[in-house]
């Protein structure tokens, strides 16, 4: 089975910076996308950030030029560099993977996802 394990959130100031990390073991080789969701209090869960394997991004227009997400192939691992943080970004922020469903054509739609962590919480402060 696969599995995903977030780590690196924490508390920050507004305008700081922090790096998400996400470990994948399990079934690999299927993985199409990887993906950086979030989720704050009462709202719904939204993409942030996903890569493909041959490490095509996209980005949501609220991260775009603050994020970075990112991937080591050799280690299994999948980053998200957040810098310039605003208490918007507050949440909940997820690691999900699309193992062995083949190509998506909305890799921002949570429902494309059939694989996700535990999440990891940040919280940003004005």
């Known amino acids: 089975a696969q599995v995903l394990m977030e780590s690196g959130g924490g508390s920050v100031q507004s305008g700081g910076s922090l790096r998400l990390s996400c470990a994948a073991s399990?079934?690999?080789?299927?993985?199409?996308?990887m993906a950086w969701f979030r989720q704050a209090s009462e709202k719904e869960r939204e993409g942030v950030a996903t890569?493909?394997?041959?490490?095509?991004?996209t980005y949501a227009d609220s991260v775009k030029g603050r994020f970075t997400i990112s991937q080591n192939n050799a280690k299994n691992t999948m980053y998200l560099e957040m810098n310039g943080l605003k208490p918007e970004d507050t949440a909940m922020y997820y690691c999900?993977?699309?193992?062995?469903?083949?190509?998506?054509?909305?890799?921002?739609?949570?429902?494309?996802?059939?694989?996700w962590g535990q999440g990891t919480q940040v919280t940003v402060s004005s």
């Open positions: 399990g079934y690999t080789r299927g993985i199409y996308y």
């Open positions: 999900a993977a699309r193992v062995r469903l083949g190509p998506s054509s909305n890799r921002m739609s949570r429902y494309e996802y059939n694989y």
């Open positions: 890569i493909d394997s041959d490490g095509i991004t």
